[in-house]
């Protein structure tokens, strides 16, 4: 018997690539179920829609409006990005807090050195990807999944 048989099953999980989101093809896929991802992420948050289009990079309201009734074929790199950052946001939240603190968090004020005392919301808005980043750093390492 060797070391490598004694290991944990676990412990040879090998996690799926990450998406290649410099595929066409591939942000295709992802696109509209990002859509609905943000739908519900703004809901649970109570974002406004300005704070939507903020997080996304800019999206005008009408433009947001119109994607929630029929989604872009290809949001892009970055906007993928930024929901897959938000949704990361989104779970560590779930996984570190019960009930209405996970939604309520991104709009609480935060003495955080990252956040100086502004919300998460308001931080993330105006720091956009480089901050969404390492807010999702900073409660993945939290929760231990950093």
């Known amino acids: 018997m060797t070391i490598t048989d004694l290991r944990a099953p676990a412990s040879r999980y090998e996690p799926p690539a990450p998406p290649d989101l410099t595929d ?6 992802l696109s509209p179920p990002a859509v609905r991802a943000m739908e519900r992420l703004a809901e649970a948050w109570e974002l406004t829609v ?6 996304l990079g800019g999206v005008p ?6 994607w929630r009734a029929n989604p872009p074929t ?4 970055d906007r993928l990005m930024r929901v897959s950052y938000l949704l990361g946001i989104f779970t560590a939240l779930h996984a ?4 209405e603190l996970a939604d309520t ?5 935060n003495t955080n050195p990252l ?4 919300t998460p919301l308001a931080a993330m808005l105006a720091g956009g990807i480089p901050v969404l980043a390492e807010v999702r750093a900073l409660l993945d390492g939290r929760r231990g999944g950093g």
């Open 50 to 55: 300005e704070d939507v289009g903020g997080l």
């Open 24 to 29: 066409v093809a591939e942000r295709r896929r």
């Open 115 to 118: 956040f100086g005392g502004r």
């Open 96 to 99: 570190l807090h019960r009930g």
């Open 74 to 77: 290809d949001l892009g790199f």
């Open 105 to 109: 968090w991104v709009r609480r004020p």
């Open 61 to 66: 309201a009408s433009t947001w409006h119109s």
